[in-house]
């Protein structure tokens, strides 16, 4: 039956995670089941890294998904809230899919919230390369050594507006 | 009044440590109660000597044994029960009784216990203390859809605080803040949660605290007693369910049989759904070492080791976030899926199940 403060959470979610996927070049977000949606994917065409046989190599389409269970607003668990879906071999300390760690996560957190704290961590723009609380600890002696290299991207998710008037100079005459 | 014949009081306690090992003692002392379920899934370590009614020679042994022990050598009569599993690993049936009393240490666990009280229309006695304040407190919550809950007075501050592990920390809910109070608060905490129990069997209503809390200031000496009011924008759904019991035994019930009506006894309906008491189905392992997927449909944190080894490289699955499922919908499954045996899908006796439709919504006690 229906939870009318959840539906309202989720109605919100919606509206604001589509608003912010059009005004974004890097962000597509594909809401997958539920009215209102309860899973979407969230497609990043931002660069990161992956790792190929011949090294690390950037990439430019990651794939996540974001699941919000009945309970949501009360708990939150980030393996059950968050799944890495594609490349499958990701190339991140905080990255070993189906894991992804965006670090602790409050009940009820925004999904516009959750989609810039992903794109951070896709991106490089936030990194702590710290071995005892990493996903992947091969990438975090990796980032470690390679720290001049990061951010891998340095365009903002949501497009600048720059709201500049154009207006044609007419000569006096 | 919960108790009007002052007969077969059962008593479930969660957590015996610095509170509960206190309130076991007076537990085991009052008469009118027949039946105790202690529950708490750590042991006793040599800094709990301090802070708790222990011997030194419990240390290193489960919590809930070491106190089921003591409180059988006070009163031999009475029925105990030792639960050494988190609370929330508990089937919610199993927690049916006259009064739950949490003696608990953690927000998410006093969360789990509030939720089971409310969906079972159990009162529920919280305790707390803080050492640094020298504070003690108890609240008292009796449920039903306009009483006060646990979480009407949380505001998205308290949502932070809850304890929660994540992927590059597993342990952080493991390493909260002990509280390290000294015996005295927690035997003071416990002294008042028994008397407000006591005052809830006896149903002396203009005495009852439902819905408050009182605190006492024991470096002040100040005594404070809070009224809490409904939230109408709590997040919780403060659902008070009516469980019904199955004519039929749970190793013979199918998702079928309760989906399509027949032991439900309601018409079947397409929007008609099965869920678990919040736990949701996993349909799908995932092996986070080589990327092999088993299709395995189970309730979610119901799979044994073998069930979780990777057939490719031995490694263990995980259930991804994004294959779990809160509700299996009768528009969506298979006939093969209608006749798996709830057992099959990591149902035990105990559970609660829930099939509802567009308008109703119908608990059953497996």
Known sequence: MADLVLEGFLRKQFEEGMALARQSDLLELIPVSGDPARRYIARFRCKGLVR?????????????????????????????????????HAWHPNVNAPAICIGKVTPGTSLVDLLYRLFEVITYNKVTPREDDALNRVACQWARRNRDRFPIDRRPLKRRSLKLRVETASAET | MVNPQGENVSLVVVGVGNVGSHVCRHLARMPEVNRLMLIDKDCYEEKNLRSQDILASDCGKPKAVVQARQVRRIRPDLEVEAVTVPVQEVPLGQLRSTVILACLDTKAARQDVNEAAWHLGIPWIDSGVAADGLLARVNVYVPSPDAPCLECAWD????????????????????????????????????????????????????????????????????????????????????????????????????????????????????????AAGRPFARRLTCPRCGAARDFLRLAGRFSRAMRRCRECRHDMVARGFDLMPRLEQASIGRALARRKLTSLGFRAGDVVTVEDDHTERHFLL
């Not at chain 2, 009852?208 to 470096?219: F, H, M, R």
Request: glycine letters at 6%; a negative charge.
């Open chain 2, 156 to 275: 998205r501050r308290d949502y932070e605080l809850i304890e929660q592990s994540y992927p590059c920390d597993p342990d952080a809910s493991a390493r909260t803040a002990h509280t390290n109070a000294p015996s005295s608060l927690g035997a003071l905490a416990a002294a008042m949660q028994v008397i407000e129990l006591q005052k809830l069997l006896a149903g002396s209503p203009d005495r009852l605290l439902a819905g408050c809390e009182v605190t006492i200031d024991a470096s002040h000496h100040k005594q404070r007693v809070t009224a809490y009011r409904r939230n109408p924008q709590c997040r919780f759904d403060h659902a008070v369910w009516r469980l019904e019991q199955l004519d039929r035994p749970l190793s013979a019930l199918t998702v079928g049989d309760l989906l399509d009506g027949a032991v439900a006894g309601r018409i079947p309906s397409n929007s008609a759904s099965l869920s």
């Open chain 1, 52 to 88: 190929n046989p011949d090294g690390v190599a950037e990439h430019n389409d990651f794939h996540v998904g974001v699941h919000f269970l009945d309970d949501y607003l009360r708990r939150a668990d980030p393996f059950q809230l968050l799944t890495w879906l594609l490349p499958p």
